[in-house]
């Protein structure tokens, strides 16, 4: 394989799903985890997406942990501090549900395993807006182990988003390794694609595609995990 490194999102990539439909089963799970606490639902999912769109927008001066929280603290105050166990609770046990919400691809692992069994190197470039412990759960849902990869990166390690060129950036900085060696897999067409204007190779994968901008696909390579194996070799 002529690539050093090999970049995998996780969510509708890895691991199976529809993007809708987990938000929405997640925000269930945690609304009702909280509810009892003092947290009315709605005000809860509106500032839960206020924080993202700020860890969205953040420009890697801090953590997207820290741009989270003090997102949060906006509308909640000293309360978001003295609570922030119990969002480590639900992450620890409630969010285990929302894995009903996914589906499962025993081709996500064998092909992990068989890029790193060439020797090449593994990263998850997942967008970083969960916590690690969330993270490490989704990849145990795709059947991977978070020491599968030679670094994932969460809200907690990193202060860039998708889709920022600079997250694909840091993550070649903090890894002293050059984009023209490295292809990233996704299924989001604005959020993975844009890692070839770094000068990444890319290929999309179509399992379960998002297109929200109607982007022509026909300029990435592109298809299921055959097709990605498939690429692989030829490469």
């Known amino acids: 394989m002529n ?18 439909e987990f938000t929405k089963g997640y925000f269930k799970l945690l609304a009702a985890k909280l509810a009892p606490y003092g947290y009315e639902p709605k005000q809860l999912v509106d500032t839960i997406w206020a924080g993202t769109a700020a860890m969205v927008k953040n420009d890697g001066s801090r953590s997207n942990e820290e741009a989270f929280w003090e997102k949060f603290r906006e509308t909640y105050g000293e309360k978001a ?57 989704r990849i145990r849902w795709a059947g991977l182990e978070p020491e599968d990869f030679e670094l994932y990166t969460t809200y907690e390690n990193t202060g860039y988003c998708k889709p920022n060129p600079d ?36 290929f999309l994968l179509t399992d379960c595609m998002i297109n929200r901008e109607q982007k ?3 300029v990435y390579p592109h298809g299921s995990f055959e097709q990605l194996l498939a690429y692989l070799r030829e490469k």
């Open 3 to 20: 690539y050093q490194m090999v970049l995998f999102d996780l969510d509708g990539t890895l691991l199976p799903m529809d993007q809708d």
């Open 81 to 137: 501090d003295s609570d922030k166990p119990l969002f480590e609770d639900f992450y620890a046990k409630d969010f285990q549900n929302a894995k009903e919400c996914c589906g499962f691809n025993p081709l996500a692992s064998e092909t992990v395993h068989a890029i790193k069994q060439a020797e090449v190197r593994v990263v998850l470039a997942t967008n970083p807006i969960f916590p690690s412990i969330a993270t490490e759960s």
């Open 167 to 202: 997250y694909y950036r840091d993550i070649l900085n903090k890894l002293n390794i050059q984009p023209e060696d490295c292809l990233m897999v996704g299924n989001d067409v604005t959020e993975d694609m844009i890692a070839a204007s770094v000068g990444m190779d890319v």
């Open 216 to 218: 022509d696909i026909s």
